[in-house]
């Protein structure tokens, strides 16, 4: 298991923020998944986990699957959530996501938050479109690598690096 870089200003996984949730992106055998404990302060009006925050946890889980399984930057075009039952405050969940398949630049996913005996709490499949020729290192500029081991940093900083040679020579 290798705990993946975070984005300094992300809500979700800035482990510095601290209005944020610090949740930490974790890769294993092809998995990339989160354990996941939301606190209190992000309950919605009925007192569960508001249903923003984990279509944001799950969307955040779905952009890493996608760099770790295909190396490439991708944007959300369209998705589709299933909520089965609500998530509690400080109850452990999982949250996960995988790459199906790929059609040209589309790229389809499914990602899922599942409590502690297996059964899905949320589904959402989504297409993704893979930005052609993206700054894939300007963006991770902003990336915290302290937690993750050197292989994850390597594999990180070889993102992009083959367009950016092609682009050198042209």
């Given amino acids: 298991m290798s705990i993946l870089p975070w984005n300094k200003a ?3 996984t800035s482990q510095d923020r ?16 989160s354990n996941i404990l939301i606190d ?28 770790m399984q295909l190396k490439k930057m ?4 369209k998705v589709s959530v299933e909520f089965y039952e609500p998530l509690q405050c400080n109850v452990p969940y999982r949250a996960e996501a995988r790459v199906d398949k790929t059609e040209g630049r589309e790229i389809f996913v ?3 938050v599942q409590n502690k005996s297996g ?9 993704f479109s893979a930005i052609k020729n993206a700054p894939i ?6 990336f915290d690598f302290r937690d993750s081991p050197a292989v994850i940093k ?6 992009g690096t083959k367009e950016r040679k092609k682009e050198q020579r042209l």
């Fill in 74 to 77: 991708s944007m959300t075009k």
């Fill in 119 to 127: 059964s899905h709490c949320i589904e959402m499949k989504g297409i």
């Fill in 10 to 12: 992300s809500f979700y």
């Fill in 40 to 67: 209190p302060l992000f309950n919605d009006h009925s007192g569960n986990v508001d249903r923003n925050l984990v279509f944001g946890i799950m969307d955040e889980i779905i952009w890493y699957a996608i760099i």
């Fill in 137 to 142: 290192q300007d963006f991770l500029k902003n």
């Fill in 110 to 112: 499914t990602a899922w």
């Fill in 18 to 33: 601290k209005d944020g949730l610090k949740i930490k992106v974790k890769y294993k055998a092809g998995s990339v998944y």
């Fill in 154 to 159: 390597e594999f990180f900083r070889s993102l």
